[in-house]
């Protein structure tokens, strides 16, 4: 799999360039994923960071860009460098509208997901005695700002509670047992940031069109991880995060509020009524590294030379050969769902402080999650595009070693 050949990446800034030209993925054109990983600063380090669910990493080409504008912006005013980058963040909005399926007018770049989720979750009305339905698989930022929300604005939280992995039809069934007349709106993770879990967001939304409620999706993993599209979802809100799976800069985000309900949703408190129906209202949060909002359509032009889909398969390859060697170590336990991309876990039992600690010594970085349905610690592997198979096998035969010690 690592024989192919290559797709001549580019080597070019983003700014100057009006517009980007998609790669036709078929099955014809191979990828040198060795070439790829030697555009990333992993290459260069002892450390094996399969840790990609929390913040992924840009590559050397896009790092290049952010240090460029970095320089810039401390040699001008900075607000006037913003006026300067303003066509560069409009392109980057019709780079990123144009991969999720909607207008780039319902699109405001923001610092990440959490952010994005605060501003909708916070700047809507919640009538009263209403309820909001969420998962206990969601992440928790999600969830603890709506329990903070619920006792100030008087509504309730119908949780659904589901042990994940699990079949689609299980996870639906769930949702519609949970969503009911009074549902004001539905929060749906659309890949789970624990198991990988790639749920049916499109029929989860359904269930809540059927009584009127909004739909918020949590999109953390999956923008840049897997093809999607807002309209196909029928998602009222759409929450984002750039730095994890399309290699954008640290700290950037992408805010999808469908145009007819952009009143419904208050933005900064420091803008006039005149500025209520611009989602330029979710970006005047004041002074901000505007750099690394510009090297945005870098790392886009970069993501798009590959694809979404090449990703996607190559996320899933990477995933197949650690579970499936990791099932044959003794006690172990690979966790992977029916849908999903470059995230997955192992269980194995034992000290946490001691499994974490040995990978550790190895320079390999895991996540340790807790699925609160299993009520067990497992352990999140999230590899990139960046890692290869010989990756995937230190990691395997340091897991080796560790359960020989045991």
């Known amino acids: 799999m690592e024989r192919r050949s290559f797709i001549e990446m580019f080597v070019a800034g983003a700014v100057g360039f009006t517009s980007l030209v998609k790669q036709d993925n078929d099955i014809g054109n191979q990828i040198n994923w060795n070439r790829i990983r030697k555009q990333y600063p992993d290459s260069r380090s002892k450390v094996l960071n399969l840790n990609n669910g929390s913040a992924g990493m840009m590559s050397l080409d896009v790092e290049k860009q952010v240090l460029k504008f970095i320089s810039e912006m401390n040699r001008n005013p900075p607000y006037e460098q913003e006026k300067y980058w303003g066509k560069i963040f409009e392109l980057s909005k019709i780079n990123l509208a144009e991969m999720i399926d909607c207008s780039a007018e319902e699109l405001a770049l923001v610092r990440n997901t959490t952010e994005a989720l605060n501003f909708v979750l916070t700047g809507y009305n919640f009538p009263e005695k209403s309820n909001v339905v969420c998962g206990d ?89 897997y093809e999607h599209s807002v309209k196909d979802w029928d998602c009222d809100f759409y929450c984002t995060s750039l730095h994890k799976w399309l290699g954008g800069p640290l700290g950037t985000g992408v805010l999808y509020v469908r145009k007819n309900l952009l009143r419904e949703i208050r933005g900064s408190y420091n ?87 040995f990978f550790e010594s190895k320079n390999i970085h895991l996540k340790k999650v807790r699925p609160l349905i299993a009520n067990r610690t497992t352990y999140r592997v999230s590899p990139n595009i960046y890692h290869s198979f010989k990756d995937m096998d230190r990691f395997i035969e340091a897991f080796l070693e560790f359960s020989k010690q045991v």
Do not use: C
């Not at 006792?151 to 309730?156: I, L, Q, S, T, V």
């Not at 500025?275 to 590294?289: H, I, L, P, R, W």
């Not at 979404?308 to 197949?320: G, I, S, V």
């Open 137 to 225: 698989h969601d992440y928790s930022h999600a969830t603890d700002t709506l329990k903070n929300l619920s006792k100030e604005r008087n509504f309730k939280l119908r949780q659904v509670k589901i042990n994940l992995p699990a079949d689609e039809e299980d996870i639906i069934e769930a949702y519609r047992k949970k969503i009911n007349a009074k549902t004001e709106m539905v929060l749906i993770t659309s890949m789970t940031h624990r198991e990988g879990q790639m749920l049916p967001v499109k029929q989860i939304s359904k269930l809540a069109r059927e009584v009127g409620a909004k739909v918020l999706v949590d999109a953390a993993h999956s923008i840049g991880h």
């Open 271 to 357: 803008l006039n009524e005149s500025n209520q129906d611009k989602m330029q209202k979710f970006e005047a949060v004041g002074t901000k590294s505007y750099a690394l909002y510009a090297a945005i359509l870098s790392a886009i032009r970069y993501h798009q030379k590959i694809g979404t889909k090449t990703k996607h398969q190559r996320l899933m390859e990477l995933t197949d050969y650690w579970t499936k060697a990791i099932d044959q170590i003794p006690n172990a336990e690979a966790i992977v769902p029916n849908k999903y991309g470059g995230i997955a876990s192992f269980y194995y039992p034992g000290s946490s402080t001691k499994i974490l600690g």
